[in-house]
Each structure stands twice: as structure tokens, then as C-alpha cells.
T-cell receptor, first 113, second 112 residues
């Protein structure tokens, strides 16, 4: 049973476009929702994260929208650039325990010049 | 170094052989995680160490997999009698308790 479902699997946009990546979760005990960015040959790096007590969080060109009742959250990248081309993973965890992250399967984003 | 380091970066082995993968966490980080990333899949949790507590081994896929963490620092993931389905990138992450997790670059394991 996949606890965090991520879509789409891949996404191609033009420079300046606004790619949107969606995730849905099942476990209502999750209380921390990070997004990771991974470049080829590198480990994932934390991009932005949100807790369920807010509906939106923005850091630079990256925005997370969170819908607690629907158990969904999404990543928006404003004014996307070719350097944003990477694989993005959403994740979830329950704080206070082992804090093991449960990941979605990833979205490969390509931003064309 | 400032980040999490893993060695080797690449490992090719023959089916049935044992392999050891090493992780050096960020100094002072008490929590250490191992994840496995297979092609087209997300990251799959394997095992978690926190200080001197008993590790959370709930993600280990079989008894061929084991891990230890010596002195609260370096960790070794051992896979015995490797199978082709063990081919993946093995990632290590560390954090302070409740803090941001930092991932290493991973070890790419290929079992022929």
C-alpha cells in the first residue's frame, strides 16, 4: 500500500512556465510534508516543507499548497528555469517518533530553454 | 567534510557475493537513516538509528540485509548473498533529533 501518491511521473515545461506536482497521502498521523529536489548523481536535498496547520508556504519561487481535508498537497514552481530540471519527491512523516520519511515515487521535471 | 559521505560511490558485484556499504554522517548528528532508491521508484526506508536506542529495522526487506552503527557515528549496511533485485542506489541521511535530514550522494550497487 503506497502511503504517498505522486503525480505526474514526468513533466516538461517551457522556461517561465509554472509546473505543478501533486501528492496525496492516506495516513492522517502525518504532520510534516517536505519536498526534495534531486539532481542526477546526487542525494535528495530538502527544498521546502509545510505543516498541516497552514494552507500555503512560499520560499522564493517555490510554493507548497496544502489541503488537509482532501489529504493533498502540491508544489508549484514559479518562473521555472532550465536549472530547475531535476527529480522532485514529495514526502511525509510523523514527528516525534522515528521520523522516517515516506516518499512519493518522484516527478522528473524538464524545463526547456 | 561538511556533508554526509558514502563509500564506495559505485559497486559492481556478482550474484551471491556479500557487500558492505559505508556511511559517514555529519558530525554531531544523532539520527542516521538508510534508504534504497530503485529505478523509477521513490526512496524506500530501510533502517533508522537514533543515539544509543535500538534501531528501527522495520524497512529491511529480508534477513540478508543488516546494518550497524559504531560509536554513534559511522554506519555500515551489509547485504549478504546479493541478488539482482538488490541493484539500486543506497542512500544514507543524517540529522539532529527532529532536525532537517541531509542525504549523502549514495552508493550505486549493481549485482550481475
Amino acid at each position: 500500500q503506497q502511503q504517498v501518491k505522486q503525480s505526474p511521473q514526468s513533466l516538461i515545461v517551457q522556461k517561465g512556465g509554472i509546473p505543478i506536482i501533486n501528492c496525496a497521502y492516506e495516513n492522517t498521523a502525518f504532520d510534516y510534508f517536505p519536498w526534495y529536489q534531486q539532481f542526477p548523481g546526487k542525494g535528495p536535498a530538502l527544498l521546502i516543507a509545510i505543516r498541516p496547520d497552514v494552507s500555503e508556504k512560499k520560499e522564493g519561487r517555490f510554493t507548497i499548497s496544502f489541503n488537509k481535508s482532501a489529504k493533498q498537497f502540491s508544489l508549484h514552481i514559479m518562473d521555472s528555469q532550465p536549472g530547475d530540471s531535476a527529480t522532485y519527491f514529495c514526502a511525509a512523516l510523523t514527528q516525534g517518533g522515528s521520523e522516517k520519511l515516506v516518499f512519493g515515487k518522484g516527478t522528473k521535471l524538464t524545463v526547456n530553454p | 567534510g561538511a556533508g554526509v559521505s558514502q563509500s564506495p560511490s559505485n559497486k559492481v558485484t556478482e550474484k551471491g557475493k556479500d557487500v558492505e556499504l559505508r556511511c559517514d554522517p555529519i558530525s554531531g548528528h544523532t539520527a542516521l537513516y538508510w534508504y534504497r532508491q530503485s529505478l523509477g521508484q521513490g526512496l524506500e526506508f530501510l533502517i533508522y538509528f537514533q543515539g544509543n536506542s535500538a534501531p528501527d529495522k522495520s524497512g529491511l526487506p529480508s534477513d540478508r540485509f543488516s546494518a550497524e552503527r559504531t560509536g554513534g557515528s559511522v554506519s555500515t549496511l551489509t547485504i549478504q548473498r546479493t541478488q539482482q533485485e538488490d541493484s539500486a542506489v543506497y542512500l544514507c541521511a543524517s540529522s539532529s533529533r527532529g532536525g532537517k535530514k541531509f542525504f549523502g550522494p549514495g552508493t550505486r550497487l549493481t549485482v550481475l
